[in-house]
């Protein structure tokens, strides 16, 4: 089974990612007061600090952008009888579905995947794709549905697996 975030959630975290990575972009041509597209041989004439400087914002900036913008349209959980993985903005964790033991809802919108690590630890994983917190206003009255929908299905779907584990 695959869930994946709000299409509006997705298309917003693309967005940030490619004005994050305009940001770098245009930062980088008013510090070194040079024209698009860029040269190498505009950085080589350019001054030090004014390559420091953008090493330092502009750098990592650009990194950001290029990770939201690649990362968003992949963001959600992917449930299957050996694992679920859950895709962030930054990163995925793979979960093995042994080991998953529920979900927890939060008071702000948001969704956490508790599970037992190998050694038995518990542990838990926020899953993003479905937290509406930093939305407001009618974007979250669009959004919240389809995020309950998708938390009812992912809670559907581990109480049929604790079902089918327990058989065996």
Same mark, same amino acid.
């Given at each position: 089974?695959?869930?994946?975030?709000?299409?509006? +959630?997705?298309?917003?975290?693309?967005?940030?990612?490619?004005?994050?990575?305009?940001?770098?972009?245009?930062?980088?041509?008013?510090?070194?007061?040079?024209?698009?597209?860029?040269?190498?041989?505009?950085?080589?004439?350019?001054?030090p600090?004014?390559?420091?400087?953008?090493?330092?914002?502009?750098?990592?900036?650009?990194?950001?952008?290029?990770?939201?913008?690649?990362?968003?349209?992949?963001?959600?959980?992917?449930?299957?009888?050996?694992?679920?993985?859950?895709?962030?903005?930054?990163?995925?964790?793979?979960?093995?579905?042994?080991?998953?033991?529920?979900?927890?809802?939060?008071?702000?919108?948001?969704?956490?995947? +508790?599970?037992?690590?190998?050694?038995?630890?518990?542990?838990?994983?926020?899953? $993003?794709?479905?937290s509406?917190?930093?939305? $407001?206003?009618k974007?979250?009255?669009?959004?919240?549905? +389809?995020?309950?929908?998708?938390?009812?299905?992912?809670?559907?779907?581990?109480?049929?697996?604790?079902?089918?584990?327990?058989? +065996?």
């Amino acid at each position: 089974m695959k869930l994946r975030a709000d299409p509006i +959630h997705r298309l917003s975290l693309t967005l940030m990612g490619i004005a994050l990575i305009a940001m770098a972009l245009e930062g980088t041509r008013i510090r070194l007061g040079i024209d698009i597209p860029f040269r190498l041989e505009d950085f080589r004439q350019a001054p030090p600090a004014g390559l420091l400087d953008c090493a330092v914002f502009g750098i990592p900036a650009l990194l950001l952008g290029g990770l939201l913008t690649a990362r968003a349209p992949l963001i959600g959980v992917t449930c299957t009888d050996e694992f679920i993985r859950v895709r962030g903005c930054f990163r995925t964790r793979t979960i093995p579905t042994s080991g998953v033991t529920g979900l927890r809802r939060g008071r702000l919108g948001g969704l956490e995947l +508790h599970w037992e690590d190998r050694r038995g630890w518990p542990r838990w994983t926020r899953i $993003g794709a479905f937290s509406v917190s930093f939305l $407001g206003g009618k974007t979250r009255d669009w959004v919240t549905p +389809h995020n309950a929908r998708c938390a009812d299905a992912l809670e559907k779907w581990i109480d049929q697996q604790s079902q089918h584990g327990d058989r +065996h």
